[in-house]
């Protein structure tokens, strides 16, 4: 039988029964079919009551489950009056790069009316990610987990938990974020920040009107349970705890990690954490908060508040009363603690052995060095703007901003027409160097343009991320389509090509889809170009994607039948 043994306890009805599975028999796994309907539904959080775009009628969406080695076929069926597409983040799209996902990247939106059926096999990958849209803003309000399990038979490689559960976060706007972000890109300012964060799509207690909107995971004590943490926020990497309580973290971005403990973990839009929990042996007499708010290193605006949810212990006898038992809340680092991150990202490890081996690239064939930051745009019209000096925030990496085409870009590729929409001349370093983390440079204007970095089938790449300080150190999670990169060195300051490369670890550096670049520093990644398609990167706080700071990889076909990039299917969207 397909139904899997995916426990749905202590979760809000909305996520039982979400979706329909009908698995058929193909090669290796099995082939599992979804149906999103992308439709307007009325959710009322902070007293607030929104119409909202949504997958199903669901908020947060349906959950995915799937095993490694499974095929995916999902038709989403476009009922509200936007533009839509959905992003399978972190799925690497092997050949399928036509159901990655971002708009006017992989495909033309799925206009009202129209559907698209995303088809794509798990290759290679097992553990947590999340599948989101991938237009404007709005992924806010439609995004939703996908579960990998191992394949059938094939344990995990730590204690078999006896239940699991995603722990989900999000960020709310009693406002419509489609009309938040229009308006920002309109004044050239800061959009207003969240209202709220969410676990599960609930706020929590800690908010104005919001007790009764709290997310509660009821254990039993004695036992482990395996937390899927995803950051699907838009814009805030966020720490999380729960009170009295440690935390072993076993994998990232769906690959095994070697496990270590911690009592607070640091996670950035874009990425995923599981994490086992170990409840105490006996039943406490208490009630425990887990709560989650952001690791801030910007200059900007954001929404300075916290979400909680409830770890609740099952009472062993109906007399205990609930109510009467203490409460106890965690001590989160200080919202700028960059040592905490520092610290924390340091211990993430490959598992690296005999199973689960880390490839790294030990050899590399294309070096770059890529600036990103915030920068300004002129202002239209003559006019004043509220970005920093009267001009409009923008964003870049090597100073280009990234604008995107008005058709998709992985389409004019493999029509042969990728130079009418694209030049493929995005440089390799900066053009002009300068002091990344000094003194900001008395221009902060960036260039605009769509620009690709053209790469022949199996390039080995070692890629240098270096946060700017030109409008302020910040850090920067930087998510990568259609591949996992390995973070092979960070540092603070200046990357040093003579220095630095001596300290890169090749042997066991954590292999994931999405990392944080230090503020006022650098990270290192390297990688296998051997995913032929067009492969977008950009930050993953939202607001620095609108602003331009994206860029795409045009990865060429191999010489073999099996390197090339599949034909589109016959019911891609057009623009
Ligand atoms: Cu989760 Cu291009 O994004």
Known sequence: MGVLPFPSFAFPALFLFSVIIFPSVAQGGVTRHYHFEIKYQNVTRLCHTKSMVTVNGQFPGPRIVAREGDRLVIKVVNHVQNNITIHWHGIRQLRTGWADGPAYVTQCPIQTGQSYVYNYTIVGQRGTLFWHAHISWLRSTVYGPIVILPKRGVPYPFTKPYKEAPIIFGEWWNADPEAVIAQAIQTGGGPNVSDAYTINGFPGPLYNCSAKDTFKLKVKPGRTYLLRLINAALNDELFFSI?????????????????????????????????????????????????????????????????????????????????????????????????????????????????????????????????????????????????????????????????????????????????????????????????????????????????????????????????????????????????????????????????????????????????????????????????????????????????????????????????????????????
């Open 243 to 575: 009170a009295n309580h440690t935390l072993t973290v076993v994998e990232a971005d769906a690959v095994y990690v070697k496990p270590f403990e911690t009592n607070t973990i640091l996670i950035t839009p874009g990425q995923t954490t599981n994490v086992l929990l170990k409840t105490k042996s006996h039943y406490p007499k208490a009630t425990f908060l887990m709560t989650a708010r952001p690791y801030v290193t910007g200059l900007g605006t954001f929404d300075n508040s916290t979400v909680a949810g409830i770890l609740e212990y099952e009472s062993p006898s109906k007399s205990l009363h609930l109510k009467k038992l203490p409460l106890f809340k965690p001590l989160l680092p200080a919202l700028n603690d960059t040592s905490f991150a520092t610290n924390f990202t340091n211990k993430l490890r490959s598992l690296a052995n005999a199973q689960f081996p880390a490839n790294v690239p030990q050899k590399v064939d294309k070096h770059f060095f890529f600036t990103v930051g915030l920068g300004t745009n002129p202002c239209q019209n003559n006019q004043t703007c509220q970005g920093p000096n009267g001009t409009m925030f923008a964003a870049s990496v090597n100073n280009v901003s990234f604008t995107l085409p008005t058709t998709a870009l992985l389409q004019a590729h493999y029509l042969g027409q990728s130079n009418e929409v694209s030049s493929p001349d995005f440089p390799s370093s900066p053009l002009i160097p300068f002091n990344y983390t000094g003194t900001p440079p008395n221009n902060s204007m960036v260039s605009n343009g769509t620009k690709l970095v053209v790469l022949p089938f199996n390039t080995s790449v070692e890629l240098i991320m270096q946060d700017t300080s030109i409008l302020g150190a910040e850090s920067h999670p930087l998510h990568l389509h259609g591949f996992n990169f390995f973070v092979v060195g960070q540092g603070f300051g200046n990357f040093d090509p003579n220095k630095d490369p001596a300290n890169f670890n090749l042997v066991d550096p954590v292999e994931r889809n999405t990392v944080g670049v230090p503020s006022g520093g650098w990270v290192a990644i390297r990688f296998l170009a051997d995913n032929p398609g067009v492969w977008f990167m950009h930050c993953h706080l939202e607001v620095h994607t609108s602003w331009g700071l994206k860029m795409a990889w045009l990865v060429l076909d191999g010489k073999l039948p099996n390197q090339k990039l599949l034909p589109p299917p016959s019911d891609l969207p057009k623009c």
